[in-house]
């Protein structure tokens, strides 16, 4: 099993910054890709953020400029750095990850999600 648990989320004002971080555990042989979503009430979940092998990095219009993604290979984490927050920023956020088991199996892995409320 895969396993990814994010840290991070919580209430800030509008203009404030948060930082968002997720660790993959379990029966790992590598990672493909790494990334983020959000669900908004009564909205699907998109794509905000996500970073492939190779650092190739899509980001979502709405947050380009203001978000950063970032992984460190080595310890199979995914950050996601917020600044300029918004209140339409406001959501759950996931953590997303296509992970190659030890049995050659890619499983599209989520986290439990973080919680990120942006009002004043």
């Known amino acids: 099993q ?3 648990v994010e840290s991070g989320g919580g209430l800030v004002q509008p203009g404030e910054s948060l930082r968002l971080s997720c660790a993959a555990s379990g029966s790992i042989f590598s990672i ?5 979503y959000r669900q908004a009430p009564g909205k699907e979940r ?3 953020a996500r970073m492939a092998n190779g650092d190739s990095t899509d980001y979502a219009e709405s ?3 203001r978000f950063t ?3 460190d290979y080595a310890k199979n984490t995914v950050d996601l750095q917020m600044n300029s927050l918004k209140p339409e920023d406001t959501a759950v956020y996931f953590c997303n990850a296509r992970v190659v088991n030890s049995y050659g199996v890619t499983l ?3 986290g439990q999600g973080a919680l990120v409320t942006v009002s004043s």
């Open 69 to 71: 993604i970032s992984r």
């Open 32 to 36: 493909k890709a790494m990334g983020w």
């Open 2 to 4: 895969v396993q990814l």
């Open 108 to 110: 599209n892995t989520w």
């Open 63 to 65: 947050v380009k400029g």
């Open 46 to 48: 998109e794509l905000v």
